[in-house]
């Protein structure tokens, strides 16, 4: 029972460490927003020419009379728009992460450095180019599992009473769980961790998993959210796979006089 609350604890306190590094803060800031503007675009395009889409690609319906040309063609104007939306919220985290890998990958190791006893981050020594591979590689991954749950989901909502109630709490915990391997990874990647390994790890502790991925899917469902949290999941998310390694953690009680002053004090005393 401990790991239903310690996931969510997790995630206070990677929030809590970002808030304590204004400048780790705000480099943590710029993939989510670059990413951010990327897929607004693509949604308001979508938005727009849907329609037309929709209506190329259902030549047959031409000559159906009113309404139902309209209501068949609306209904797959929306369907679609819900489909991409869906697929917007489970990959924004990939693209973001991916994006600003050289970001990401330097705030976990602040973090790691900050709580470990000896005062050091593990380090993965492959190059950023053998790095974003691997990113790319296992979140491509990742995403093939998160749609075909997607499509299970999606035609599982079809169904009377169930697919309104039960099916939706289902695809939050869903959500939640691939959420937190594709934050985890960060620090998984950089010690070795491959995918399949990730994988048993997380099933492992699902509970924990679940109480830090869920809340955070949920907190990303709000406009410009996911944003502003990305920074805090991932040195949350960092915590956490210490936890599921076993790994001794201390609490960091830096001030935010580093960021006043910059970092050099505090780089040289983690070396």
Same mark, same amino acid.
């Given at each position: 029972?401990?790991?239903?609350?310690?996931?969510?604890?997790?995630?206070?306190?990677?929030?809590?460490?970002?808030?304590?590094?204004?400048?780790?803060?705000?480099?943590?800031?710029?993939?989510?927003?670059?990413?951010?503007?990327?897929?607004?675009a693509a949604?308001?395009?979508?938005?727009?020419?849907?329609?037309?889409?929709?209506?190329?690609?259902?030549?047959?319906?031409?000559?159906?009379?009113?309404?139902?040309?309209?209501?068949f063609?609306?209904?797959?104007?929306?369907?679609?728009?819900?489909?991409a939306?869906?697929?917007?919220?489970?990959?924004?985290?990939?693209?973001?992460?991916?994006?600003?890998?050289?970001?990401?990958?330097?705030?976990?190791?602040?973090?790691?450095?900050?709580?470990?006893p000896?005062?050091?981050?593990?380090?993965?020594?492959?190059?950023?180019?053998?790095?974003?591979?691997?990113?790319?590689?296992?979140s491509?991954?990742?995403?093939?599992?998160?749609?075909l749950?997607?499509?299970?989901?999606?035609? =599982? #909502?079809?169904?009377? /009473? %169930?697919?309104?109630?039960? @099916?939706?709490?289902?695809?939050?915990? $869903?959500? !939640?769980?691939? *959420?937190?391997?594709?934050?985890?990874a960060?620090?998984?990647?950089?010690?070795?961790?491959?995918?399949?390994?990730?994988l048993?790890?997380?099933?492992?502790?699902?509970?924990?998993v679940?109480?830090?991925?869920?809340? =955070? #899917?949920?907190?990303? /469902? %709000?406009?410009?959210?996911? @944003?502003?949290?990305?920074?805090?999941? $991932?040195? !949350?998310?960092? *915590?956490l796979?210490?936890?599921?390694?076993?790994?001794?953690?201390?609490?960091?009680?830096?001030?935010?006089?580093?960021?006043?002053?910059?970092?050099?004090?505090?780089?040289?005393?983690?070396?």
């Open positions: 029972m401990r790991d239903l609350g310690a996931g969510f604890t997790y995630l206070l306190k990677g929030q809590r460490w970002v808030s304590r590094h204004g400048k780790q803060y705000g480099f943590g800031l710029l993939p989510g927003l670059i990413t951010l503007v990327l897929y607004a949604l308001i395009a979508l938005a727009v020419r849907g329609e037309d889409a929709v209506t190329w690609a259902t030549p047959f319906a031409n000559d159906w009379s009113s309404p139902w040309q309209g209501l063609r609306g209904f797959l104007t929306a369907v679609l728009f819900a489909l939306l869906l697929l917007a919220v489970l990959t924004f985290t990939a693209v973001t992460l991916l994006v600003g890998q050289p970001f990401y990958e330097n705030l976990s190791e602040k973090v790691d450095a900050d709580v470990s000896d005062g050091t981050a593990p380090e993965s020594g492959l190059p950023l180019w053998r790095e974003l591979w691997i990113s790319a590689r296992d491509l991954r990742i995403l093939v599992r998160a749609l749950w997607g499509v299970l989901l999606f035609a =599982l #909502g079809f169904l009377p /009473l %169930v697919g309104q109630t039960v @099916v939706p709490v289902i695809g939050f915990f $869903v959500t !939640g769980f691939f *959420l937190t391997e594709e934050l985890t960060v620090a998984l990647q950089r010690r070795g961790v491959e995918l399949r390994a990730r048993t790890l997380l099933r492992s502790r699902k509970t924990l679940w109480s830090f991925g869920t809340p =955070l #899917g949920l907190a990303f /469902l %709000v406009p410009f959210v996911a @944003v502003f949290l990305m920074p805090g999941a $991932v040195a !949350g998310a960092t *915590l796979a210490r936890e599921l390694l076993g790994e001794e953690t201390e609490d960091g009680d830096e001030d935010t006089a580093e960021d006043a002053e910059g970092e050099d004090v505090t780089q040289r005393s983690w070396r």
